[in-house]
RNA sequence: GCCGAUGUAGCUCAGUGGUAGAGCAACGGUUUCGUAAACCGUAGGCCUCGGGUUCAAAUCCCGACAUCGGCUCCA
């Protein structure tokens, strides 16, 4: 007998089909047998299936063709299996292990013998193509774990073996396998129907991966790579990433003489006259913004001794990061550099008698500060040991909390908003070993995320992630190569409120316990830069950039009044210089467009003759020669600083 | 810290066992020129550092240091 299902295609239109009609059948009878060549899997009520799919229940379909946003996951899925089977083949002996999709691409962890070298790359780039020249098709099978676990385990598959033992624990019946050519691999599927499909695949870079990410692990051998769906799409990503390599604020830094390393400082950035400018806006920027928002800023030393970290918990659990001084050579380290801010102001907090009616209290702080990074996590500005953060801690009471949340969190979209930069954010909440009571921890994260969901800002929850001392707010930015960058952080602080005995004097006579929020808005200058560098690509807005205007001469005949433009401009505080260098008008204009000046103002006889200046703008053609005192006008203008509304 | 790659002039890079190179920048000179590179010349190096192999090392080997990519994305 021949049962029947119904199938809803997007438009609405139902379709009878047998029952177990597998989906590209269906697709090539009933829709069209473009749609059914187009096709690389399905959705069936939403969820991702293969097209050999049989069609068993009712359902709604929607084919996901090369053209989905989809697709190139199924194709980069598709690629790491592909790049499994190849290494396989290649080097025998060589356990599989994950292979997911990433942004832009995949990666495949191995266990192997050796690290694979940039020529077994090659190699192995070799072998792909020759799979996908040969059009192989995937193929789906079903297993009870156990008899996966023990074909896996029959293969020397150990690491496959573990994670189908982790799904049947956690309840799979079947796992399924997919297998192309002689090739099989555990797979969630789905795949796309043969290996012609994937248009174009580059295996981009090596490197050494721990097991399930823990350094306790075995380290396996990744191998990253990226898939398109044709050679010009990969030939445009290629391109993409030479392009924002210029971006990268490394070369930015050279560049435009902003900052520099050195190899007896690692993790320490030496500010270049240009660069401390920018860092010292920055600075005043934020100060005076923290000062119109109710926040005081103070100052507090650089090293202290132990007994504060033991106080503040940072001996035990942050000791490795942190730099030690020993006062008397040969005596072990009393001292340390400071690595945070917040326990020497939580002795600020306790230094006198503090009253309900200064809370909110707000200390603002912009101390140096120091973390011994690993050597292998340095990197540019984003990953210094010595920085400093626009750096607060606020105590309040706890029905504070939630108007104090918002009103950071507005704050914040204001101060990123005079950047155009964007953020995505993030909501941690109470990981699995935590401090105080689930009850304190329940209306910490209501008032938290209360108040993030009245900002109406997007943001995604990370269960569990949140400090072992409270939840927190996280806000990353992507840095030209999409890696993501935590800067502001607002985190509650339940613990050390306990450990420094803080208190205050409450309207009813009593000691009452505050609670502490420490919030960064920039996090670090140094990494705030380093994005907002290629966020601009170097070419910073007037009111940031070291030099706002250079006066270039025509001639040198026009040396004098290119001085007292420059003069002029100095005297109402614009960052002005003169090109009086003997090159001719072109070469100097080349020169201020790649120092990215924001103004060059181009003077030659005819402005001399005119008291005038004729202005070019970085990034565009000439304006028009106009008086001195228009370009005022215009510079005033541009320079002034932004004000953020309290 | 771990895996891999890299380290040559201020910058970008060539040079694979036999006397250290180019372009740009710098410096000197000529040119006085109207919106992205005028011309000629000069100087510049412990080839990251330390060991080793060799008649001979920037080059081969070992180590240190630094830099770069990665070490959360879960069949």
């Known amino acids: 007998m021949s049962r029947e299902v119904s199938i809803k295609l997007p438009d609405g239109t139902l379709k009878q089909v047998a029952h177990g009609t597998r989906i590209i059948d269906f697709v090539r009878t009933q829709i069209g047998a473009g749609l059914a060549k187009a096709a690389l899997a399905a959705k069936l009520d939403g969820k991702e299936v293969d097209l050999s799919h049989e069609l068993t229940a009712d359902a709604a379909i929607e084919i996901i063709t090369l053209k989905a946003p989809e697709a190139l996951d199924y194709i980069r899925h598709s690629a790491a299996h592909v790049v499994a089977s190849v290494v396989q083949r290649l080097f025998p002996g060589t356990q599989v292990t994950i292979g997911p999709v990433i942004e832009d691409g995949f990666y495949y962890d191995f266990a192997a013998e050796k690290p694979f070298t940039p020529e077994d790359l090659e190699r192995i780039e070799a072998g792909i193509n020759e799979v996908l020249a040969a059009d192989v098709a995937f193929t789906r099978s079903e297993m009870k774990p156990a008899d996966a676990v023990a074909f896996f385990l029959g293969k ?223 990197g540019g500005l984003t990953r210094v040991r010595q920085f400093q953060q626009d750096d607060a801690h606020i105590y309040l009471a706890e029905s504070m909390i939630g108007d104090e949340i918002a009103r950071l969190l507005t704050l914040i979209d204001r101060v990123y908003k005079v950047f155009d930069m964007t953020f995505t954010a993030g909501y941690s909440t109470r990981p699995e070993k935590f401090l105080g009571t689930a009850e304190t921890w329940d209306r910490a994260e209501a008032a938290l995320k209360q108040a993030l969901d009245a900002s109406g800002l997007p943001y995604t929850t990370n269960p569990g992630d949140g400090a072992f001392y409270g939840p927190k707010i996280d806000l990353a930015v992507a840095d030209s190569l999409g890696r993501k960058f935590q800067l502001a952080t607002i985190q509650l602080d339940y613990l050390a409120p306990e450990r420094f005995d803080l208190t205050y004097i409450g309207e009813d006579g009593a000691q009452h316990r505050p609670v502490v929020i420490h919030r960064a808005i920039f996090g670090s200058f140094e990494r705030f830069i380093a994005l907002l560098l290629e966020h601009y690509a170097g070419a910073l807005p007037t009111w940031l950039a070291p030099e706002q205007v250079r006066v270039v001469t025509v001639t040198e005949n026009q040396i004098a009044w290119a001085r007292e433009v420059m003069l002029a401009l100095r005297a109402r505080g614009v960052r002005a210089t003169v090109d009086d260098s003997k090159d001719k008008l072109g070469a100097k204009i080349r020169l201020a467009q790649l120092a990215k000046v924001p103004f060059a103002l181009v003077v030659g006889d005819k402005e001399v003759e005119a008291k005038a200046v004729a202005p070019r703008r970085f990034g565009t053609e000439d304006l028009k020669q106009m008086p001195l005192e228009r370009f005022f006008e215009i510079i005033d203008a541009e320079a002034r600083w932004p004000r953020i509304e309290t």
């Not at 598959?157 to 624990?169: D, G, M, N, S, V």
Request: with cysteine; glycine share 8%.
């Open 156 to 378: 020397g598959e150990k690491y496959k073996a573990e994670i189908i033992e982790e799904l049947a624990a956690k309840g799979a019946e079947t796992v399924s396998l997919y297998q192309h050519g002689d090739w099989i691999d555990l797979c969630r599927g789905p795949h796309i129907p043969s290996t012609g499909k994937i248009g174009a695949v580059k295996l981009t870079a090596t490197s050494g991966a721990y097991w399930r990410g823990d350094h306790r692990n075995q380290m396996l051998q990744r191998i990253y790579g990226t898939a398109w769906r044709n050679k010009d799409e990969l030939a445009a990503y290629l391109h993409r990433q030479e392009e924002a390599k210029k971006r990268d604020h490394r070369r930015l830094g050279k560049d435009l003489e902003l900052f520099t390393f050195h190899k007896y400082a690692p993790g320490a950035a030496f500010w270049l006259p240009k660069g401390a400018i920018l860092y010292n806006i920055l600075s005043q920027f934020m100060r005076e913004t923290l000062l119109g928002h109710g926040y005081d800023e103070v100052k507090t030393p650089l090293i202290f001794n132990k007994d504060l970290w033991l106080t503040s918990g940072h001996w035990d659990k942050y000791r490795e990061n942190m730099f030690l001084v020993e006062e008397k050579e040969g005596e072990p380290a009393e001292f340390s550099l400071k690595p945070m801010n917040c326990p020497s102001h939580h002795l600020l907090f306790g230094s006198t008698r503090r009253s309900y009616r200064e809370l909110p209290l707000r200390f603002h702080d912009q101390g140096v500060l120091h973390r011994n990074e690993e050597r292998g996590a340095l």
